[in-house]
C-alpha cells in the first residue's frame, strides 16, 4: 500500500446509456454518453485496465462532449467536462480552449480555474527545457482559484505541486506556507451523473471511476509537495542543518494532516496522509537522534500509531466495500457518507477530525 493502490475502491464501470436518454435533449444526451464512454473500459484478458484501453475510451468520451459543446456551446459544463476528458486523452491544447470557453461563460468557478492550471501544466511540460518559466500561467489559475475559495487549501497545494514538478521550489514554498494558513482542503466535484446506468450498482461503478480518477490525482499531486518537502528536509540533514531538516519535516507533516482532512473523507486521501506523515515522523527521527529537535521516542511512538491507522484504514476498505455491495446508495451524497463513515476509526487514531465529526462539533445543542 505504498503506492496509490487503495485507490481500488474506484470499480471498472462496464457500462451503456440508459434507455431514458433517448427522450432528453440532444446535448444532455451526448453530454451523458460521453461520461458512459469515459468509464466504460474494459479490462483485458487477464483483468487489468490496459492504458490503451483507457486511452480508447477517453478519446471515444471526447468526441460525445465534443457533441454535446457543439450542440449547446452556451453551456459552461459540457465546456469544462470536454477540458477534463481532453486532459485525460492527453489532448492538451483542445483542453485549455475547452475551459478557456467555459469561464467566458461562467467566470467565477474555481473548479474551471483548477482545470485550467492543470491543462497550461500540461501545455508547459510539453517544452521540458522551458517548463521552468511556462507555468506561470497554470500557477495564476490556481490562483485564481484560490482567491474565489479563500478558505481552501487545495488550489495552493496544486499550484505548489506543478512548480516541484519542474524544480522550481522557490514558487513552490510561499504557496505551500500560504496553503497551510487556510483551516479546510475541499476536493471539487467534477459533474458526473448519478444514474448513468439503469442499475443502480453500474452507476455507482461509472461515477466512481470517473470521480475518483480525478480525486486520485489531486492526492497525487499533494503527496508530491509532500515528498518535495521531506526531500528538502533531507539535504538539509546532509548538510548538517538541523534546524532547516526540521523545519522541512514539519512542513511535510503540516501537509499530510491537512491532506488527511480534506473534505470528503476518502480512503485515497487517508492512505496519501499516512503515507507522508510517515515519512516526516521518521525524518523528524532523525533529527532528534542526530541531538535536536525533541525526543526520539515520540516519534517512534507516531509512527507505530501510523501503522495501527494504516492496518484500520485496511480493514475498513474491505467493510466498505461489502456495506458497498449489500446496500448500494441512492445518491452521491450517501455514497460518500458511507465513505466517511468508513475512514473515521482511521483518521480518529492519526489524531486528525473526520469530516463528519467537524460537523457535529459546529451544530448548535438540541432543545
Excluded at 51 to 62: D, F, H, T, Y
Aim: aromatic share 6%.
Amino acid at each position: 500500500m505504498k503506492d496509490l493502490a487503495i485507490a481500488a475502491v474506484v470499480l471498472v464501470a462496464m457500462v451503456t446509456a440508459s434507455a431514458a436518454d433517448s427522450d432528453r435533449p440532444p446535448a444532455e444526451s451526448e453530454f451523458r454518453a460521453g461520461w458512459v464512454a469515459f468509464a466504460s473500459v474494459k479490462p483485458g484478458p487477464d483483468g487489468k485496465l490496459s492504458l490503451g484501453a483507457q486511452q480508447e475510451a477517453r478519446v471515444a468520451a471526447a468526441a460525445r462532449m465534443e457533441a454535446a459543446a457543439e450542440a449547446d456551446p452556451g453551456n459552461a459544463v459540457y465546456q469544462a467536462s470536454l477540458c477534463y476528458v481532453c486532459l485525460a486523452a492527453g489532448k492538451y491544447a483542445r483542453a485549455a480552449e475547452a475551459i478557456d470557453r467555459a469561464i467566458k461563460l461562467k467566470d467565477d468557478d474555481p473548479l474551471f480555474y483548477m482545470l485550467r492550471g492543470q491543462a497550461q501544466a500540461a501545455l508547459a511540460h510539453m517544452v521540458p527545457q522551458e517548463a521552468g518559466e511556462r507555468i506561470l500561467p497554470a500557477l495564476t489559475a490556481f490562483e485564481e482559484a484560490a482567491r474565489l475559495d479563500p478558505t481552501n487549501a487545495l488550489p495552493l497545494v496544486q499550484a505548489a505541486s506543478v512548480a516541484v514538478s519542474v524544480g522550481r521550489m522557490d514558487l513552490a514554498l510561499s504557496r505551500i506556507e500560504r496553503a497551510l494558513e487556510r483551516p479546510t482542503a475541499r476536493l471539487y466535484r467534477l459533474w458526473v451523473p448519478f444514474d448513468l446506468h439503469p442499475e443502480r450498482d453500474a452507476s455507482i461503478n461509472a461515477w466512481q471511476y470517473v470521480q475518483y480518477g480525478y480525486w486520485t490525482s489531486a492526492a497525487a499531486r499533494c503527496q508530491n509537495v509532500g515528498m518535495a518537502l521531506l526531500s528538502l528536509g533531507a539535504q538539509k540533514m546532509k548538510d548538517e542543518d538541523l534546524d532547516g531538516a526540521a523545519r522541512g519535516f514539519r512542513k511535510a507533516l503540516e501537509v499530510g494532516r491537512a491532506v488527511g482532512m480534506a473534505e470528503p473523507n476518502l480512503f485515497i486521501t487517508v492512505h496519501v496522509a499516512i503515507n507522508m506523515m510517515e515519512g516526516a515522523y521518521g525524518g523528524l527521527l532523525q533529527v532528534a537522534e542526530a541531538g535536536h529537535g525533541g525526543n526520539a521516542e515520540q516519534w517512534r511512538g507516531e509512527m507505530g500509531v501510523l501503522q495501527i491507522a494504516r492496518t484500520e484504514l485496511q480493514n475498513r476498505l474491505q467493510v466498505y466495500l461489502n456495506r458497498l455491495k449489500e446496500d448500494p446508495p441512492e445518491t452521491a451524497d450517501e455514497l460518500l457518507a458511507l465513505e466517511s463513515d468508513s475512514v473515521e476509526r482511521a483518521l480518529l487514531g492519526m489524531g486528525l477530525t473526520p469530516v463528519s465529526k467537524k460537523e457535529t462539533e459546529k451544530a448548535p445543542e438540541a432543545g
